[in-house]
């Protein structure tokens, strides 16, 4: 992978109003898209193959996970062939649960994203800007 696209796109969606409830798959403004994560990839090699690229987030709390898997998918490129892979950030992706308010909650850390070939090997990373 070459590069993380760090022009991305911010999708404006109104604050997460409600309750977790409304319906099957909870509230909807869970899944509105945020961000919009764009990277190159390119085949160096002479013979065809597989790159998975995967999407992780750092949710940026004392008590969460270094980073969570959010996005990934499998690309076949022939020999010196390139493509981009573009994939969405919602705000479910972002959020935490709140076991109080019962209900999901995006908290005021610092989130980044990163991208790469696995959860050891990141290369690309941006910071996120603030969601409310």
Request: charged share 25%; aromatic share 6%; with cysteine.
């Given at each position: 992978m070459?590069?993380?696209?760090?022009?991305?796109e911010v999708?404006?969606s109104?604050?997460?109003?409600?309750?977790?409830?409304?319906g099957?798959?909870?509230?909807p403004?869970?899944?509105?898209e945020?961000?919009?994560?764009?990277v190159?990839?390119?085949?160096?090699?002479d013979?065809?193959?597989?790159?998975?690229p995967?999407v992780y987030?750092?949710l940026?709390?004392p008590d969460?996970?270094?980073?969570?898997?959010?996005?990934?998918?499998?690309?076949?490129?022939?020999p010196?062939?390139?493509?981009e892979w573009?994939?969405?950030l919602?705000?479910r992706?972002?959020?935490n649960w709140d076991?109080?308010?019962?209900h999901?909650?995006i908290?005021p850390y610092t989130?980044?994203?990163y991208?790469g070939?696995?959860?050891r090997k990141?290369p690309?990373?941006?910071?996120?800007?603030?969601v409310?």
């Amino acid at each position: 992978m070459a590069q993380l696209d760090r022009s991305e796109e911010v999708i404006r969606s109104p604050s997460l109003r409600g309750e977790a409830g409304g319906g099957q798959g909870g509230n909807p403004g869970l899944y509105d898209e945020l961000f919009r994560i764009r990277v190159s990839i390119k085949n160096t090699g002479d013979v065809r193959g597989d790159e998975v690229p995967q999407v992780y987030v750092s949710l940026g709390g004392p008590d969460d996970p270094k980073v969570v898997l959010r996005s990934f998918n499998c690309i076949t490129l022939g020999p010196s062939q390139a493509t981009e892979w573009a994939t969405t950030l919602t705000r479910r992706d972002l959020a935490n649960w709140d076991t109080k308010a019962r209900h999901w909650i995006i908290t005021p850390y610092t989130k980044k994203v990163y991208v790469g070939s696995s959860s050891r090997k990141l290369p690309l990373r941006a910071a996120l800007p603030k969601v409310q």
